[in-house]
Nanobody
Framework: VQLQASGGGLVQAGESLRLSCVASERSNYGMGWFRQAPGMEREFVAAISWNGGVTYYADSVRGRFTISRDNAKNTVYLQMNGQKPEDTAVYYC??????????????????WGQGTQVTVSS
């Protein structure tokens, strides 16, 4: 599975942005988003089950970010509202069959997109 992420950009604090990630083929994989800021480890942001019925969020984004998917378009979205400067990072989409408890671990995911830069100015 190949993943193509898009939608990153420069926004001001408090503004919104929506990321998209298109998969090259339909699958029953869960999908997720991670992010990596300069000098930091890659961290979990959100994940969604293959049918969209279950979602997970990092505490730092819960209530501000929403993950969703459209399986007819092989696409997962990350709606980011109320953005903060600390959300600045390269955002990566992921896909794989991942057990719920392991979704927050980057090594659990086998397929990764190329990343899209999100910069939030204060």
């Amino acid at each position: 599975v190949q993943l193509q992420a898009s939608g990153g950009g420069l926004v001001q604090a408090g503004e919104s942005l929506r990321l998209s990630c298109v998969a090259s083929e339909r699958s029953n994989y869960g999908m997720g988003w991670f992010r990596q800021a300069p000098g930091m480890e890659r961290e979990f942001v959100a994940a969604i089950s293959w049918n969209g019925g279950v979602t997970y969020y990092a505490d730092s984004v819960r209530g501000r970010f929403t993950i969703s998917r459209d399986n007819a378009k092989n696409t997962v979205y990350l709606q980011m509202n109320g953005q903060k400067p600390e959300d600045t990072a390269v955002y990566y989409c992921t896909a794989d069959k991942v057990q719920n408890a392991n979704a927050v671990v980057a090594e659990s995911w086998g397929y990764w997109g190329q990343g899209t830069q999100v910069t939030v100015s204060s």
